[in-house]
C-alpha cells in the first residue's frame, strides 16, 4: 500500500483532536504570508487523486469526479505551535514519551486548523465547479509533524471540463485534460512539485458508457511554464483517457437496426419469391 493511501486512511480513519477553547497558532503567526517569506523559496509537493469517476456527459462535455486535493510543505513557524498541542492531547511532552501508543510524531487535525495556517494557493483552471464531497465530514486533513512537515488533504466533488470528439462514436476514445496552477506566488516564491506519492487514481475507474485506462505517471503527466508579467508561473497537467464501452451500442442500438433491415429485406424477398410462384402456377 502507497504512501499516499495510508495518508488517506490515516486521515479518514483517526481521531480529529479537537482543541476546544485554545489558539491553533502563537499570536505572531500571519497566514497571509508563506513560510519563508523574505528569504528563500518555499517547495510544495502537489497532487490529484481520483478517487472515483462519477458520471461522464457527452451533452455538457464534462465529467464529475471524487477526488483528493493533496499538498505537502514545511512551516517551521509553527514548531512552537506543535509542542503545546501534543503536549495538550497526551499531557507530557514528546521527549517524556515512553509509551508506542505517543510515539507517532504526527498530530491529525481538521478544517479549523487548515483555516489558521498559510495553505498554497493552487487551483484548477479547467474545473467548473468544485463542492465539499459531503456535508457529514468536514472534507479537510491536516497531518502535523514535529519538524513542521504539513500534510494537507481536501476531498471534492469537481465537475470536469472534457472536450469531446464523437466522430467516431460509438468507438470514440477520449483524452480529458486536467491542469494544476497557481495564481497568487510565481516560481520564485513557491515552487510546487508533482508528486507521485500524492497523486493517481484507483484502478478499473468506469462509468455507464465509459471504461478509464488506469494511470500512468510517466505518460500522463507534463508541466509547462506560463510566462506572466516578467514572472513564471508552471501549470501541471494530467491527462484522464476514456474508451466508450461499445458493445451496450451494439446491442442496444445496431444490432436492432441490422435485424430490421434484415426483416425488411426478408419480407421483400418472400414477396418476390411468392409472386414469381404465381406466375409460374399461371
Known amino acids: 500500500m502507497t504512501y499516499l493511501t495510508w495518508s488517506m486512511l490515516f486521515c479518514v480513519g483517526s481521531l480529529r483532536y479537537a482543541v476546544w477553547g485554545y489558539d491553533l497558532t502563537d499570536a505572531h503567526y500571519n497566514k497571509q504570508v508563506r513560510p519563508n517569506e523574505g528569504g528563500v523559496t518555499d517547495e510544495v509537493e502537489i497532487g490529484v487523486f481520483t478517487n472515483s469517476i462519477r ?3 457527452e451533452i455538457d462535455q464534462t465529467m464529475v469526479l471524487d477526488v483528493f486535493l493533496q499538498a505537502s510543505w514545511y512551516d517551521t513557524r509553527l514548531l512552537g505551535t506543535w509542542k503545546r498541542i501534543y503536549r495538550q492531547i497526551h499531557g507530557f511532552n ?6 508506542p501508543l505517543c510515539n507517532d510524531s504526527r498530530i491529525t487535525m481538521g478544517r479549523d486548523f487548515a483555516n489558521e495556517i498559510w495553505k498554497p494557493d493552487f487551483y484548477l483552471p479547467s474545473a467548473i465547479s468544485i463542492v465539499p464531497a459531503d456535508n457529514y465530514n468536514d472534507n479537510v486533513c491536516v497531518r502535523f509533524d514535529m519538524d513542521g512537515k504539513l500534510f494537507y488533504s481536501s476531498r471534492f466533488i469537481i465537475q470536469h471540463s472534457c472536450p469531446m470528439t464523437l466522430s467516431f462514436f460509438p468507438f470514440d476514445r477520449h483524452t480529458c485534460l486536467m491542469r494544476i496552477g497557481t495564481y497568487k506566488y510565481h516560481d520564485g516564491l513557491v515552487r510546487m512539485y508533482y508528486s507521485i506519492q500524492l497523486s493517481g487514481m484507483y484502478p478499473e475507474q468506469e462509468t455507464a458508457n465509459f471504461i478509464f485506462e488506469d494511470f500512468n505517471h510517466s505518460n500522463d503527466y507534463f508541466n509547462k511554464s506560463m510566462p506572466y508579467m516578467d514572472d513564471i508561473f508552471t501549470e501541471h497537467c494530467l491527462y484522464m483517457h476514456m474508451t466508450r464501452k461499445y458493445e451496450i451500442f451494439l446491442v442496444t442500438l445496431y444490432l436492432p437496426s441490422v435485424s430490421l433491415v434484415a426483416l425488411r429485406n426478408i419480407s421483400f424477398l418472400l414477396w ?3 409472386m414469381h410462384m404465381f406466375e409460374s402456377m399461371e
Open 94 to 99: 514528546f521527549s517524556d514519551c515512553t509509551n
Open 55 to 57: 458520471t461522464v456527459s
Open 272 to 274: 418476390v419469391f411468392k
